[in-house]
Every structure is written in structure tokens, then in C-alpha cells.
């Protein structure tokens, strides 16, 4: 008998609990699948007065689980183990089945695992594992125990093998991982599974193995990813757990044998700064704890991820119908690509090829397919793309850039052609016979010679065929990529005549004579022509010569004037510098932790241990004074750092973080950080100059040793910067700056009236005024600017906050993007009038060309107020634009803005013009260099 309870529920929404308990007989449930277990829902029904059933409401989660032995188990050590779920199950030894104990007539086990037949292996795999262990032994099999705590131990060749005892299956599997091995576990010992009264042994042996990787192909591949490579070596098909990196980046395993096994790379994440570069690292295999790449990465070259490859153009950019053409591809990084495919898209189908595996990275072969309609006149257009890898096909797809002719038509011949000494070629009418360039045809003469195409229009081809005997006759076909014509004809060789014919040669000297006539007099009426021509450009470079010459002059003139005046301007504008150094504590935290300011180093440990217990607090402190001794030991702190630096998920951002807090545990005896600093250098160059690649070292900070040597720098020369270097260098870079901003600099192209670099010389003409302004700025009062009537809205405002913020770093000062330029009226000095913007509703559009909002735009009056106010985006002078990022005279922005719909951007110069004169400039170069040099005087 059981009893079910089925809870408490309300009636006719009444305030009674009623609880109800149902007692039932015992009653056997039968279901018809060969399901182990089956969920069913209860529900209780009942007759009141004689009316109809009433359902009684149940919790939804009320059910009752029916069971089968026979089908829960097959063996003893299975079923009993099914025993502790179910608790009437048992082993039947009379059938050897699994059932409850009613239906069993004979010997029935209902517990007892030691009255189970001896347990049994049937198999286990794999059969071999890599001799540093870590292999997971999957061994399977009968009678293996009710539970896991019936296991006592499981060798493998006389090494003990940890069990896993959460994939442990009751009576048929055990999962256990493999120990290291060493020469003396090379037995013919096999697999033993040790229980507290009996013992298992394997039939088969497990062999522990040495893994070598030998070599690997290929050794470079698309940063996309899609390279099939090949590893080769031995025992790559041992032990459990295989993994393969290609530069830190996963490589997925399709295939492996004892030899050789094949993995395909993944994408490789590039930065937007190194997309277009390369990146080597180390292909690394891994066999559940064997490293066999780690001890032969000197003997093993780096994997390179090379950027895409790119299609630039192919050629031809015809083809016949049948195909067959080859086509030339270049473009960029092509040989990375393993096996290239040409596809071409028509009518919403496609048609691929492989094409010849590149040797260069510039240019690879591929063939035309055939084109499977029928082109009667004209050509067809297609659509190229290619298959490289995993690189996307976007990339490298060409729209319409081919075309489909139709075949050529050759014309038979009746007879036969006599090809004789006294002629040089023969003639191939037809139609259509210059759909392809003439390099592509071959015609043949029999089965061995071959007639040089020489000239091919639409309807000829003419060829020099190959010598042959007096009266050979041979038959004449023509082949062109896949396209291929039956016999044309016979060409019969002949001696030729001994004799000419007087009228034949006087008709071709007759000819001749007048061909040479008519050349003479055309040669005469062309020099003539020449002469004409020549004398006005003569002339022409004389007037402008006489142009340059002025140009010249007077530049030189205006230059040196510039020169005389330029260093007293200089003096005056940096007498009041003021060097803003920040403090050693602020420039140290800057250089350790530059993204966090308020790192923890800066509190101290006594104000997070205020919420802790007195003794937590003890305890703390114990070991934190335990840590700082052996951080002061030089041997424990070499060999820690080593080991993170061992660990593959010991990123760079760990190195760095590592390098700074050690420098902060040291700061206080430089004298020991310089002497780990050395022997961290000494174990980082004798591990570089096992590399192939030396030269990097101290290049790219990927050790502690190099950040640590950073560090350490910083520390040392804070002192000798505030006392000795930092005024002369923040000198300097002031006096190149106002001695570049004296003149018009341009916002777009990065050219300015006054350069270092000739390169960077605005060598236009250039009209400008230099404006007096008074700046209004709530906190500091009012300042005097002087700006130029050229300068966009940007440069005027960069130019304000130097003058302004003049003693204060740049980190304390507003960005440029974050205030506006207004003009205050005299009469309210609160509200400001006019915002001014680099564009906005008045900018100037000429066709496509937009110009840059200027000082002199908005026809500002000199002496004028003006006002730095915060940025209100509410605020808007019609359809106003931020162009901060984009237009900030930057020396190295020399390139040419284009926004969308195809408007261009200009500030002094547009770049067509630029371009269109930037011979001229060259020529007369010299006349600049006094502009140049009264830049350099700036820094003698």
C-alpha cells in the first residue's frame, strides 16, 4: 500500500483548506514501448450519487514514473547500480536478465555487487598515448562495478590512471586519464582495473609513444582564414585531446594518421592600423600533455598570416563561347592562397575552374570555362569572382569586367594551298577571327609542324608556316583556347620558279617609286609643320620666363624681409612660456596605469582592511608581508616571472600590468630593480637570439623584461627631464608651432606658408591678414589673440586655447570639439549672437566642391569680442557640421577629404589644382627655401 498526497486546494472560492488523502491498492502499470522509463501524469476520478465522473484538480506537477528492469540494464553490476534509483530491481541469475524479484524463479541478487560475475574489458581506446600522459582512457566493458567508490585503481602500464568519476557509467564505463610514462613503462603490461576483491586485465596493450612534429605546409596563409595544413611528423593519431594554434589562432583538425594529420585556419583578428600587414607566430600541436612544437620551434619556421589578397585587374578581358582562353590575374598577396578557383556569374549561374596554383604573389594563371549559350553578334558581359580560401568573395569580385565573343568561323579551302620558297606566308580566311589576340591561335600542319601566326584582322590570318619537303602535303587545322576546326585543308610545299617575270618586277618598282615620292613630300610638309610649332613654344617659354623671373625676385625679397623680423616675433611670443611638468606621482601613474588613474596601488592597505575582523586583518597583513619577502628574493622573482611568462593566457595586457606593479614594489630600492632588470634583459636577448628573427628585440614589448626596462627609464629620467631636457624640448616644439601658425596653414592638405619639410610648403599664392581679437573666458578674464582672417573656425580655436590655457597642460584644457566660437555683442555679453562653425547653412558650395568656413567668411571685424562657450547641440546657425576630427591642420593629413555623394572638401587649395601645376613647382623649388629657413632659425 502507498498513500498520495495531493496538498491543499480552495473550494467554491470558500476560506476552508480541505486536504485529501487517496489510498490505493498496490496495482502493476504496463506500457508498450521499450522505453527504460516512462513519465506519466496521475488523476483522480470519482462517482458521487450516481452522477458522472468528477476529476478531481491536481498540481500540475503531480506524476508518477513507471520502469523497466530488463530494459534499464545488461549485466549484474549495471542493474544493481539501476537499483539505487529503483528500488525493486534486481539480477536474475537464472536468465541472466534484470528484473524485479516476482518475476525472477530462481537466484535473485537485490544488492549485493560481490555475487556479480567477474567484471570483464571488452575494449578501450585509444590504443596509444603520448609518454608526458594526460591521455583520457576510455575503457568499456561488463560488470565494472555497481558504484564508483567500487573501483579501487586503474593502471596503464604500471602507471596509475586518474579516474574521472563524472563520466563514470555503473558496470560499463570507466574514464580515467594516463600519468607521464617513462622507458621503464615500455612493457607488455595491458590495461588493469583494480576492485577491492577481484581484478580486470585487458586483452589488448596500450603503448605510450613519442609525438615529433618534423615540418608542416603550407607556411603561410590569408589573414581569412580557409588554409589547409599539413603537419607532418609521428604518432599524431596517439592519445585523446589534439589541438592545433596557428599563431595563437585555433586550427580546426579534419584529418590525422599516424604521420600526418590536416587542419584548416581560422580568421585572424587584425587591428585597423595592421590590416594590410604581415603576422607571423608559431604553429603549436598539442596531444592531450604533449608539446611536441615547444622544444623545436628553433628547427620549425613561423607560420605568416598575409593580408587578403587582392584582384586588381585580368587580362585579356575577352573570351570565345567555347573558353579555354588563359587568363592572366594580378593583384596583391596572390600566392598565399592555397587553391585559387576563377568564377564566372551568369543569368543567376556560375562556372569555376582551379586555377594555377600561384608562384607569385602578383600574378597567377587561370582558364576561361566554357560559356554555355549561344552568342550570336555582338558580346556578352560577366561578372568575375574568386575563390581563395576563405576570403570573402565581395572582395575580390570584378563586375562586368569580361566579356564573351562569338567563336571564330574559318573558311575551307577547295584543293590546295602551295606554299613555295619564293612566298613568306600563307592566308586563313573567316569572320570573327579577332575576338582574342593572335598569341592565343595555333595552327597546325599535320601532326608536327606549325604555321607562326604573323597578323590577324576580323576576316585574315596570315602565318608563316615551318619548313617542309618539296611536294609534302599536309593537312591544315586551327585551335584557339577549346575551340578547335576540322581540316581546312591541304598545304603543299613547293621549290618555287628559277626564272622571274620581267612584268612582275616592274609593277612593284613602279609602285615602290611612287610610295617614296609621296613619303618624301609628306616628310617635307611635317618638318615644316614642326619648325612652325617649335618657334611659338620658343617663344611661349620666354614670356614665362620672364613671369618666373619677377615671381622670383620678389619672393626672395618678401622672404628675406621675413627672416629680419622673424626672430625678434619669435623672442616675444616665448618669453612668458611656462613649462606645465605634472608631478612625479601624477607622470609615474600616467606611464604605469594609463587607463586608470585611481588605481589601487594609490590606497593604502590599512584603509581596506577597516571592514574586515581583527584576526582576518592579522592574517592579511602576515601574508602580505610573506609575499614582499620572497618578491625581495632576486632568484623566486626571475623564476616568477619566467613561469607567467610560460602560461598561454598570459596576454600582453598581463605583461604590462605585472612589469608596472613590480616597478611600484621596487621603486624603493632601485638598486635591486636594476639588477633584476638585468638579468631579465640577459634571459630575454640569449632567448631572441635563438629566433629567426634577432632583429626584433626591444621592438614590440611582448615581455615583462621590456616593460619592466620602460618602467624603469621613466623612473630615471623624471629628474633629469625637470631639470635639464624638459624646457628645452617644450621650448623648442613652441617655437616651431607659433613660427608654422605666423602663416596660413591648410586644414585639409596639411601644406602651410611656413614648413620644415619642402614637401609640406604651401607654394601658392596665398592672400591673408593677421587679426587682432579680444578673447572673453569667464574664469581667466580677457586675452589678447591674434589670428589670421584665413584660419577655419577649428584652427581659431586651437589658436585661442594656446593663448588662453597658455601655463596649463593640455590634458587640462576643453578639446576643441567641445566649445563653440561665438561673437559677443558689445551690449550683452552673456548670449552669445553668432555661433560659428566650420560648416553650416552659409558654407560656400562651387559644383562639387565645398570650402571650409573661415574667420574672413563670416566678415568678422577686427578688435571684435569673441567668447569660448560649451558645445549646445540646440544651438544652430541653420544646418550647422562638426568637422574638428576631420580638418585640424595636421602636417601628416596631406590627403584629399571626400564626403559622401561625391563633394569635395577645400581650404586654400584644391588638390586638382595641386596636382595640375605641381610640375611647375618643382622647377623653381629653391625660391621657398628662405621660408624654410627662417622656420630652422627657430631652433638653433
Keep these: 500500500m502507498f498513500t498520495i498526497n495531493f496538498g491543499c486546494f480552495i473550494l467554491h472560492f470558500c476560506l476552508w483548506a480541505v486536504v485529501v488523502i487517496v489510498v490505493i491498492d498496490v496495482k502493476v502499470f504496463q506500457y508498450g514501448s521499450n522505453e527504460k522509463e516512462l513519465s506519466v501524469t496521475l488523476q483522480v476520478r470519482w462517482k458521487a450519487d450516481g452522477r458522472s465522473d468528477y476529476q478531481l484538480e491536481n498540481d500540475p506537477g503531480l506524476s508518477l514514473t513507471l520502469f523497466k528492469c530488463s530494459k534499464s540494464a545488461t549485466d549484474c553490476s549495471e542493474c544493481l547500480a539501476v537499483k539505487e534509483k529503483q528500488k525493486m530491481c534486481g539480477w536474475c541469475g537464472d536468465d541472466l536478465t534484470c528484473r524485479i524479484q516476482q518475476e525472477c524463479r530462481g537466484n535473485w541478487n537485490g544488492g549485493d555487487g560481490s555475487k556479480c560475475p567477474d567484471p570483464f574489458i571488452s575494449e578501450f581506446s585509444p590504443r596509444k598515448g603520448p609518454i608526458e600522459g594526460g591521455t583520457k582512457l576510455i575503457i568499456k566493458g561488463s560488470n565494472l562495478g555497481v558504484r564508483f567508490q567500487d573501483i579501487a585503481r586503474v593502471t596503464v602500464k604500471g602507471v596509475l590512471c586518474d579516474l574521472v ?40 596493450d596500450f603503448e605510450y609513444v613519442t609525438v615529433t612534429v618534423n615540418d608542416y605546409e603550407p607556411k603561410k596563409g590569408p589573414a581569412s582564414g580557409g588554409t589547409r595544413i599539413t ?32 587542419c584548416i585556419t581560422e580568421k585572424k583578428e587584425q587591428s585597423s592600423r595592421r590590416r594590410r600587414s604581415l603576422i607571423s607566430g608559431d604553429l603549436v600541436v598539442s596531444i592531450d600533455n604533449a608539446k611536441p612544437t615547444d622544444n623545436q620551434q628553433s628547427s620549425i619556421p613561423p607560420y605568416v598570416y598575409t593580408p587578403d589578397p587582392t584582384v586588381a585587374a585580368i587580362a585579356p578581358a575577352t573570351g570565345l563561347m567555347a573558353g579555354g582562353i588563359p587568363i592572366t590575374v594580378t593583384g596583391t598577396y596572390l600566392s598565399s592562397v592555397q587553391k585559387p578557383k576563377i568564377v564566372f556569374l551568369f543569368d543567376n549561374r556560375s562556372s569555376s575552374f582551379d586555377c594555377i596554383t600561384p608562384v607569385s604573389d602578383m600574378m597567377m594563371t587561370c582558364p576561361q570555362p566554357h560559356y554555355p549559350y549561344i552568342v550570336d553578334e555582338g558580346s556578352v558581359s560577366l561578372s568575375v569572382t574568386f575563390v581563395m580560401d576563405d576570403v570573402p568573395k565581395s572582395s575580390v569580385r570584378l563586375d562586368n569586367s569580361f566579356s564573351i ?47 607562326n ?94 613671369r618666373l623671373e619677377i615671381t622670383v625676385a620678389t619672393e626672395c625679397k618678401q622672404g628675406f624681409a621675413e627672416l629680419q623680423t622673424d626672430l625678434d616675433d619669435l623672442g616675444s611670443a616665448l618669453s612668458s612660456d611656462h613649462l606645465p611638468l605634472l608631478p612625479f606621482k601624477q607622470y609615474a601613474m600616467r606611464v604605469l596605469f594609463p587607463r586608470d588613474e585611481d588605481h589601487a596601488v594609490l590606497h593604502p592597505l590599512s584603509q581596506k582592511l577597516k571592514s574586515r575582523p581583527k584576526l582576518a586583518d592579522e592574517k592579511i597583513r602576515k601574508g602580505t608581508d610573506l609575499f614582499l619577502s620572497l618578491i625581495r628574493n632576486k632568484s623566486f622573482l626571475v623564476k616568477f616571472v619566467q613561469c607567467m611568462e610560460h602560461e598561454h593566457s598570459f596576454t600582453m595586457k598581463d605583461r604590462t600590468e605585472v612589469a608596472s606593479l613590480l616597478m611600484v614594489i621596487c621603486q624603493d630600492r632601485m ?46 629620467l623624471h629628474q633629469h627631464i625637470q631639470d635639464s631636457v624638459g624646457k628645452p624640448l617644450y621650448t623648442l616644439f613652441r617655437a616651431v608651432k607659433s613660427q608654422i601658425e605666423k602663416g596660413p596653414v591648410d586644414a585639409i592638405t596639411g601644406e602651410s606658408r611656413y614648413a620644415l619639410s619642402e614637401d609640406k610648403l604651401l607654394r601658392h599664392q596665398v592672400d591673408y591678414r593677421e587679426m587682432k581679437f579680444t578673447v572673453v573666458d569667464g574664469a581667466n578674464g580677457t586675452t589678447q589673440v591674434r589670428l589670421l582672417d584665413l584660419d577655419t573656425i577649428s584652427q581659431a580655436k586651437d589658436k585661442i586655447l594656446d593663448a588662453v590655457y597658455k601655463t596649463a597642460g593640455v590634458s587640462q584644457r576643453p578639446a576643441v570639439g567641445s566649445i563653440d566660437l561665438c561673437l559677443v555683442p558689445h ?56 568637422h574638428t576630427q576631420m580638418l585640424i591642420a595636421s602636417p601628416s593629413r596631406a590627403i584629399l577629404q571626400e564626403e559622401e555623394g561625391g563633394i569635395k572638401v577645400w581650404h586654400l587649395t584644391k588638390q586638382v589644382d595641386t596636382i595640375a601645376s605641381g610640375g611647375d613647382h618643382k622647377l623653381v623649388s629653391e625660391i621657398y627655401l628662405t621660408r624654410m629657413l627662417s622656420t630652422k632659425v627657430c631652433m638653433v
Excluded at 685 to 691: D, F, H, M, N, Y
Design 165 to 204: 568519476e563524472d563520466e563514470y557509467a555503473a558496470g560499463k564505463t570507466i574514464v580515467c586519464t594516463t600519468g607521464p610514462g617513462d622507458k621503464s613503462s615500455v612493457n607488455s603490461e595491458h590495461v588493469k582495473i583494480y576492485f577491492h576483491k577481484v581484478n580486470a586485465e585487458s586483452a589488448e
Design 231 to 262: 603537419v607532418f611528423g609521428s604518432n599524431l593519431d596517439s592519445g585523446s585531446n589534439l589541438t592545433v594554434t596557428v599563431v595563437g589562432v585555433n586550427c580546426a583538425v579534419t584529418r590525422r594518421t599516424s604521420s600526418e594529420l590536416t
Design 405 to 451: 565573343q562569338p567563336d571564330p568561323v574559318f573558311k575551307t579551302f577547295d584543293g590546295e594551298k602551295v606554299f613555295s620558297s619564293d612566298s613568306d606566308h600563307i592566308i586563313l580566311d573567316g569572320s570573327n577571327l579577332n575576338a582574342v589576340e593572335r598569341k592565343f591561335y595555333t595552327v597546325l600542319l599535320g601532326d608536327a609542324k606549325l604555321c
Design 453 to 546: 601566326v604573323t597578323n590577324l584582322s576580323p576576316e585574315l590570318l596570315r602565318c608563316t608556316p615551318d619548313n617542309g619537303d618539296n611536294n609534302e602535303v599536309v593537312p591544315v587545322r586551327v585551335t584557339v583556347g577549346n575551340f578547335s576546326t576540322p581540316v581546312l585543308g591541304n598545304l603543299r610545299y613547293s621549290a618555287g620558279s628559277s626564272g622571274l617575270n620581267p612584268v612582275f618586277v616592274a609593277v612593284p618598282i613602279a609602285v615602290i617609286a611612287g610610295v617614296a615620292i609621296f613619303a618624301i613630300l609628306g616628310i617635307v610638309l611635317v618638318a615644316r609643320q614642326r619648325s612652325i610649332k617649335r618657334e611659338a613654344h620658343v617663344q611661349t617659354l620666354l614670356i614665362q620666363m620672364d
Design 671 to 716: 638598486d635591486y630593480a636594476t639588477d633584476i632588470l638585468k638579468q631579465l634583459l640577459t634571459l630575454l636577448i640569449r632567448k631572441s637570439l635563438g629566433k629567426s628573427h634577432p632583429k626584433l628585440l626591444l621592438r614590440r614589448t611582448e615581455s615583462v623584461a621590456e616593460k619592466f626596462l620602460t618602467n624603469w627609464l621613466t623612473f630615471c
Design 827 to 882: 551690449a550683452n555679453i552673456e548670449q552669445p549672437a553668432l555661433r560659428f562653425r566650420d560648416e553650416d547653412s552659409t558654407t560656400v558650395m562651387e559644383g562639387q566642391w565645398k570650402r571650409v568656413n573661415t574667420i574672413k567668411h563670416y566678415n568678422v571685424p577686427e578688435s571684435c569680442l569673441l567668447q569660448l562657450s560649451p558645445r549646445d547641440a540646440s544651438v544652430a546657425n541653420g544646418r550647422t557640421t562638426d
